[in-house]
């Protein structure tokens, strides 16, 4: 802190301006609190001053005038100025406080109000703090004939929290004045808590839990150190199991401990190069196969970060040298590696909240090691490629998130994957440019699974099967409105530019020499399909056509690339027959003249 008279030497009138708008904000009765008050309070809490001074004596009288205000941060800032600035010892307050206290049985309760009340309290922890004070012994016995004759329990922390600070400076133990009261008394929960800290210690070898005060004071002894991994695993086990004392709030700090750095520094073998760490990632799978989890009884925001906490510890099993052991055909954790993939897939689309797509694209970023560090192309087993494609999957839809936050998780993991030689070798990449290293990486990784990826699907497959009869019908757009998700929600997402870009992905892949898709399609229908949205092109004549709606231009773009890419690339497993081709060659000729691109 700075001397007050310092200040006012440096800067001349500062200290006066401040105590003048103090003052005139007094006047301020629109709003519950002019604006002005804390800002300045906070200023003055930053000075101190131990003489008797005019300006001294100002400060204090202007500042005592917010001690019964309704904003307990006013009061708090209120007391810590005057802790600061008042010669008088905490005796002297305690004093005070109790003459208020009984003078209250015979004027009434209106007398002592509890803010101030409170205020005085305050001012004694403030003035204990900084030592002003002339005996322990005695200010100990006041403040607990002052928390015998108080009922608030916000003002009782506070007496608790000054029990303390007088037992810091001597070997005795002070009491405390114990009431029944209901567990939604304002304060009852904070101060039970400084009770039982104060009290006892924590037993977290084998915690006995009869409450959820006593279930929350072992998880905050728990996730006090990264070297109680194994405790906070056997606690999280046995908290699942006794419901009534399980809720989201002690759930997720015990996944945040597990997620923390240090935790997963321990557990993961790269950094350790302990074998069997991965016992502790399989325990830690094993808890997160509760049903609590699977149900989303405790939030979505903690069956996310289960999500996440799965994500971490499949990864460290992957990361192991023996991992094609852990994911074999019939093990249990390919299963669970393809569960976690479609979580995060679900999680990633934009009609969940922030938090959930925010959790998706950062469980993503968890398996990023094993994208750089496994080839899965011929090195994992079919049923667990499921699992790779979903996660690209994720990826392409966060990329297309509305939330730049949330786009630049995606890129992250986009610029973190291997790279084909011939594409771009920049560390850091922009986010058209991460979009481009997902699907070439798709394409060149998991080419047994390519029917699943994204796009591959939405550029060819999906198009090849359209209904010919259905095209572009007449159907009633979706309600959409400000607080209804629906077209246009997503300001940044536009689908026919994504296309756009999967078929040039597709189109450069496949001119670098590289093997075929080997994609069964049914030639005539792709014809059908192309003669079909052709001949729309041709003949419609309105301003707000069909094919310029936003599914309608999307729907076009994707057959425009099927056509294409059939035609033209090595894309299909049996080639068209010369009509075939010699048709969609006009197709390609007729979307040239009257499409967008």
Not at 194 to 220: G, M, T, Y
Not at 308 to 321: D, F
Not at 337 to 349: G, P, T
Request: proline share 4%.
């Amino acid at each position: 802190n700075v001397n007050v008279e310092e200040v006012a030497a440096r800067f001349p009138g500062l200290v006066q301006l401040l105590l003048d708008k103090l003052e005139t904000s007094l006047e301020n009765k629109k709003c519950l609190l002019d604006p002005s008050i804390v800002p300045i309070l906070t200023i003055l809490a930053r000075m101190e001053s131990s003489s008797q001074s005019q300006l001294n004596i100002q400060v204090i009288r202007c500042v005592e005038k917010f001690s019964n205000c309704s904003v307990v941060q006013v009061r708090s800032l209120t007391a810590q100025i005057l802790g600061q600035f008042v010669q008088f010892p905490a005796e002297e307050v305690v004093a005070k406080i109790l003459r208020k206290l009984e003078d209250e049985d015979i004027v009434g309760r209106d007398f002592y109000c509890t803010n101030q009340r409170h205020f005085d309290v305050l001012l004694v922890l403030e003035l204990v703090k900084r030592d002003k004070l002339e005996c322990h012994s005695t200010l100990s016995t006041s403040m607990y004939e002052v928390d015998q004759l108080t009922h608030c329990y916000v003002i009782k922390a506070e007496i608790l929290l000054i029990q303390e600070f007088l037992k810091s400076k001597t070997s005795e133990a002070f009491p405390t004045h114990i009431v029944g009261t209901y567990v939604c008394e304002p304060g009852f929960h904070h101060w039970k808590q400084l009770q039982r800290q104060r009290d006892s210690s924590v037993d977290i070898e084998n915690p006995s839990v009869n409450s959820f005060e006593e279930a929350k004071d072992v998880v905050e002894a728990v996730i006090s150190s990264a070297d109680n991994v194994d405790r906070a695993l056997t606690f999280l086990q046995k908290l699942l199991d006794t419901p009534q004392h399980c809720n989201g709030l002690l759930v997720s700090k015990l996944i945040d401990f597990f997620l923390s750095d240090d935790v997963v520094e321990k557990l993961n073998p790269t950094f350790n190069n302990q074998l069997f760490n991965s016992e502790a990632a399989m325990d830690l799978l094993d808890a997160l196969d509760h049903d609590l989890f699977q149900s989303e009884q405790l939030g979505v925001a903690t069956s996310g970060k289960a999500m996440k906490l799965r994500a971490s510890c499949l990864n460290i099993m992957l990361m192991q040298e023996d991992w094609e052991w852990f994911f074999g055909d019939t093990s249990e954790y390919v299963s669970r590696l393809v569960e976690n993939s479609e979580q995060i897939l679900k999680y990633s689309a934009p009609e969940n909240i922030e938090t959930s797509r925010q959790l998706a694209g950062e469980s993503l970023l968890a398996y990023l090691p094993t994208f750089k560090q496994r080839t899965i192309k011929d090195k994992m087993t079919l049923v667990l490629q499921f699992g790779f494609v979903n996660f690209l999957n994720a990826s392409l839809v966060i990329l297309q998130d509305e939330d730049p936050d949330l786009r630049a998780i995606a890129v992250k993991f986009g610029s973190g994957l291997p790279r084909m030689d011939w594409t771009c070798q920049y560390p850091a990449l922009s986010k058209h440019l991460a979009t481009n290293m997902v699907v070439w990486f798709g394409l060149d990784q998991l080419a047994q699974v390519i029917e699943l990826f994204t796009p591959v699907v939405e550029t060819i497959i999906a198009p090849s099967h359209l209904p010919v009869d259905s095209i572009l019908t007449d159907q009633s757009p979706p309600v959409a409105g400000l607080f209804k998700r629906g077209d246009g929600v997503n300001v940044y997402s536009e689908g026919g530019y994504t296309m756009l870009t999967y078929y040039s992905c597709i189109k450069q892949y496949l001119l670098h020499d590289n093997p075929g898709l080997g994609l069964v399609l049914n030639m005539d229908n792709v014809v059908l399909v192309g003669q079909s949205l052709s001949e729309i092109l041709k003949t419609e004549r309105m301003v707000f056509s069909k094919t310029r709606t936003v599914k309608g231009f999307k729907m076009m773009t994707s057959v425009q690339a099927m056509v294409n890419l059939v035609v033209k690339l090595d894309v299909t497993k049996s080639k068209p027959d010369e009509d075939q081709k010699e048709e969609m060659n006009r197709i390609c000729s007729s979307f040239t003249d009257h499409a967008l691109w």
